[in-house]
């Protein structure tokens, strides 16, 4: 993995995956390049391009457009795994929110 600046642009390289990492089938061939570029001061866009020719007949793309919150941000890994629990958690919190 490296990353380079283009522009206001970080941009990070992975490559050298194992056959432990997969992602929709794919493994060691696998090529991920991931760009976060600061739209406003509000906004990061988070841009991924997946390649692997083993898998796919072409690379392909996803761009995701963060915005900044003001809420905290709970781990949903402290919890064990109990999905349940976080759910119940969350609905509560959005009604509470609720006039």
């Not at 490296?2 to 390289?13: C, E, I, K, P």
């Not at 570029?37 to 761009?63: G, K």
């Not at 915005?67 to 759910?87: D, S, V, W």
Request: charged share 25%.
């Amino acid at each position: 993995m490296f990353g380079r600046w283009d522009g206001d642009t970080l941009a990070v390289d992975t490559i050298n995956f194992t056959s432990k990492t997969g992602v929709a089938g794919s493994d060691e061939n696998l090529h991920v390049v991931e760009r976060f570029t600061a739209i406003d001061a509000n906004t990061l866009s988070y841009e991924f391009t997946i390649d692997d020719a083993t898998v796919w007949s072409r690379p392909w793309t996803a761009v995701l457009h963060l915005h900044r919150m003001t809420q905290p941000i709970y781990e949903f890994a402290c919890h064990e795994g109990n999905f349940l629990i976080m759910e119940d958690m969350l609905r509560i919190a959005r009604l509470s929110e609720k006039p």
